[in-house]
């Protein structure tokens, strides 16, 4: 599955690199290959690419100075945040120039009247939250790479992450940008009003466009209220179809569930080898429902209530501690790691309709299976969204035969080839499988509307 | 303010009738004057058009075989649901063809697991709201003209309503979206997937974009969980600052918070001389603060310890019965009636900055005596968004150096000039005041490239 891709490098305009050394000053226009390396590769390894520059703007002003240079050359660009990304859609594969938002780095203060910041496209989200934790304020995305994904790279993306069944994705958070489009045109709307009906919602276009209409250089974000006290459970289940229905009727009692993550027998058989671990119960359950619940104060007594609610649950165990909390969320977050030690799996970040998401899990073996018999399959997800992770042991890593399976059966159920990751350059070939030719060719129209001559990112998201 | 135009009425293409009447059969292709003048003068009377013909089709077949006549002819469509617009978007002024969507009513069922639901663009919101409450759901959106405004209208306008505080507006609902694009492409993605990164985010691009990129036919929404205990409070501030800062603080600690109305004595003094209602305190404060909380079980105690932790509170009135409460809310809902007794005010709906809201307030009463000295001002609002309700009494109803006046300063202040109701024709040529060339120009090119001929809605929210 390596697409080790080294961008041809198109022969660049005479004097285009001194036009932009004078806007960004020399110092922020690298073309050392050692010191553009870590630019032209993705952090997996993947998507490796090739540039003759990395521009590293430091305002609005520059990131349009830049685009204009570029258009008036026809020279493209591929835009980055962090560099986390997972689908190649972050590298110059076309041989384009890299253009890094990380000094876009302003942020805040947050507004306490309104519970909003502002925050430029290179700040990192671990800064958003710890923002907004100091001024008695949450930010409602979270995931792991919280450390180094940054503002602009989750718009892109439209993150979603770890608390998207509460918050919602990062669309739900934006209440404004500002932006250099395609077209040359800067727009810039920050006021964070959250009545404001005047016109078409750019923010909620751009987000998730993996840039390909503009470069959003700064973003305005709602926040939430903090919720401090947490409590987790452990919930078995005779199969996947009554812990999905559990999820589900959680989610409608308790307006604090923040969490609803799902995993079956396999997989805790897995994780438990790997890492040592106890059993949850004494005895063994098809399924399993890892909860939290957040709130201002203890919502225990209201998860409790909850889950006494349910029909159809096995076993349960409530937290009654961090320690014990902790020991309940790595069966499911060591998933992963135990993974990783039967071989580098295919990964692939889907969602189904909640009333498909047991008979496609049932359904997944045996479609690898029909075409690489040697592989296991690891299913693991989000119970209350229908996000599931699906990984695949024992496959060689160019075979695409089995993500094209998986993604087809997918798109039987009338689910999503991308949940999270987005498009990129690794799934746009498959993009017809999620949406009709009248959609693709919508996309295409709001692309040559905005980028009418392919700067931003022209080999990302929409198909050759 | 009266805007009676009478729309000049192009002649017809031959041959076009004949054809739409074959698509709708003939009950369904309205042309007697009669029957028609209930779909070409809004609600207000103000806006007051005509047309040849009110085309009611029944499918996004049939609206996709009219769209596709009219582009072949060059004849364009107003797009109409409940016609209980505010702003003259919904009615034929320049002589279109109307497209009534009340036809496409098609309702559901709940998805019980997602909580969820599909409705055509002619369902009247009251009907969304049974069918989630029957299901144990809840809707977000809600306001006044429930019983009539459709989903395809709320959708259009991005209608805001009574809980946007807690819920969001219509876009912050809507998963999915069927919809005949001014292209004639059909678009239709209504799985509802809450997490589905595969390209632009078509849904809130058409919501709020007043009907002028196409029609949606239908709307996948989500659904909340109902929250049926609730407690209202009335609280006194010694100003507007003091009332903002309040709201923003319980909201911060009270995820129930359902509404906080701001009001002021002025407004106190008129609405308990019309209702004759005696005083909510034994002393008089410059600024009331209506809040209601709303949760699965009583949020009373929530309530006081978070208005307990409020700083500046002068005087506390917690409802102890729904007597009692519908007793306070009518301090806040009796202010349009009230008002009305002084004759016909001009209304603009508008949102401030929350920390400039209070400044506003005190300026509004000079900004409109400068321009009509013998004007009243009255201003109440929503002081959690900052959606401010100017109404203007003593002013002749064809002034509009009024509202001129109000909308330069909201816009002064960074704010809105439309918060729920929209640009329509009302307020097109004001756009600029809050959208730079950039944006407007932005804003013609995504109407460029989904609405080529110009057939949706050609005089609404772009200027000419």
């Known amino acids: 599955m390596t697409k080790a891709v ?3 490098q198109p022969g660049l305009p005479a004097g285009l690199l001194a036009e932009l050394r004078e806007v960004l000053g020399a110092p922020h226009l690298l073309t050392d290959p050692e010191v553009t390396a870590s630019f032209t590769t993705d952090w997996t390894g993947r998507f490796v690419g090739a540039t003759a520059a990395v521009l590293r703007p430091s305002s609005t ?7 204009s240079a570029c258009r008036r050359h026809g020279v493209a660009l591929c835009l980055q945040g962090a560099n986390t990304g997972l689908v190649g859609g972050g590298v110059p594969l076309q041989g384009e120039l890299v253009l890094s938002l990380r000094r876009l780095a302003t942020l805040g203060p947050v507004d306490p009247l309104s519970g909003q910041v502002t925050a430029g496209a290179g700040v990192p989200l671990a800064d958003v939250q710890a923002t907004a934790r100091a001024a008695g304020w949450a930010y409602g995305v979270d995931m792991a790479s919280r450390q180094s994904a940054t503002v602009g790279g989750t718009v892109a993306t439209n993150a979603g992450g770890l608390r998207v069944l509460r918050y919602g994705d990062t669309r739900a958070q934006l209440l404004g940008v500002e932006a250099v489009l395609g077209t040359g045109q800067t727009v810039s709307h920050l006021a964070g009003l959250v009545k404001d009906n005047t016109g078409y919602h750019l923010p909620s276009l751009l987000c998730g466009s993996e840039g390909t209409l503009g470069v959003v250089t700064a973003a305005r974000l709602r926040l939430v209220p903090p919720a401090p006290e947490r409590v987790v459970a452990l919930l078995g289940f005779g199969g996947v179809g009554p812990a999905v229905a559990a999820a589900g009727a959680l989610r409608r009692r308790l ?14 058989d ?16 098809p399924a399993y429902l890892l909860v939290e619940a957040a709130a201002a104060s203890d919502p225990t007594d209201d998860l409790a209530q909850a889950i006494g609610s349910l029909e159809a649950v096995g076993d349960v165990a409530v937290a009654v501690d961090s320690v014990r909390a902790a020991e309940l969320w790595r069966y499911r977050e060591a998933h992963t790691e135990a993974i990783n030690t039967l071989g580098a799996p295919h990964k692939l970040d889907v969602t189904l309709p909640l009333g498909s998401l047991a008979e496609f899990m049932d359904r997944v073996p045996g479609v690898v299976a029909a075409v690489a018999p040697e592989a296991r399959c690891w299913l693991f997800g989000h119970a209350a969204d229908g996000n599931v992770h699906v990984n695949v042991t024992g496959v060689g890593p160019d075979d695409e035969r089995v993500d094209e399976s998986v993604l087809a059966l997918v798109a039987d159920y009338g689910g999503s080839i991308s949940a999270e990751h987005g498009i990129g350059v690794a799934k746009r070939r498959w993009l017809g499988l999620n949406r009709s030719e009248a959609e693709i060719a919508t996309f295409r129209a709001i692309k040559s509307a905005l980028d009418p001559d392919g700067v931003c990112n022209p080999g990302v998201l929409l198909p050759n």
């Open 270 to 285: 897995l994780v438990r080898r790997v890492t040592g671990a106890g059993p949850p119960f004494a005895r063994t359950h």
């Open 255 to 268: 307006g604090s569930l923040e969490a609803a993550e799902l995993f079956v027998a396999d997989g805790l």
């Open 6 to 8: 080294t961008g041809t």
């Open 61 to 67: 002003a520059e990131v349009a100075a830049v685009l």
